[in-house]
């Protein structure tokens, strides 16, 4: 009899109280509030980099593709102002920088989502809305008229990334600008 007394006590002992429980409850809750600003900084700081890595590669593309077919392969924004609406790769045997009738799509990325902007800068009088590889691999204006010098930046949450441009390539680094 003594002994099962002694196994019902300690069965019931074996479990958490409600107010342990509460307790690790709240505790996670508040360890869970303090690491969420750093969650948000490291989300944006790779939204930017996933956006930045995006473009990147559409003119990487761009450049093997004018490379491989011999032809002038131009990247153009969708919109006037900003490249967040999406841009496509597409030959342009002419060089004007407009995509006319028989002139293929290589690659269309649709707009970014969530508040990413993607804005150029090269300068007053060119708004690096398309921007052109020679068939020779050269980064230049639409119709071979000058070089490229300038940068589109990306922001999103007060955080900034850049591609930083000029006629013998394009980098990215971790701030609005190309120093």
Request: hydrophobic share 45%.
């Amino acid at each position: 009899m003594k002994a099962s007394v002694h196994l019902q006590r300690r069965a019931r002992q074996l479990g958490t109280s409600l107010i342990e429980t509460l307790l690790a409850t709240a505790i996670a809750g508040v360890l869970g509030t303090a690491a969420l600003p750093s969650m948000s900084g490291a989300l944006t700081q790779e939204r930017l980099r996933a956006g930045g890595s995006d473009l990147f590669a559409a003119f990487n593309k761009a450049r093997s593709e004018a490379i491989t077919r011999g032809s002038t392969v131009a990247v153009a924004a969708a919109d006037e102002r900003d490249w967040s609406g999406g841009w496509k790769v597409f030959v342009d045997a002419n060089d004007n920088g407009v995509q006319d009738a028989g002139e293929a799509t290589l690659l269309e990325r649709p707009p970014v989502a969530g508040g990413l902007t993607m804005r150029p800068f090269f300068g007053a009088t060119y708004p690096g809305r398309v921007l052109s590889y020679s068939a020779t691999g050269r980064l230049h204006r639409p119709g071979g008229q000058g070089l490229v010098i300038g940068r589109v930046v990306l922001t999103l949450d007060g955080a900034a990334r850049a591609l930083c441009f000029a006629s013998l390539g394009v980098r990215s680094v971790a701030e609005a600008t190309c120093d």
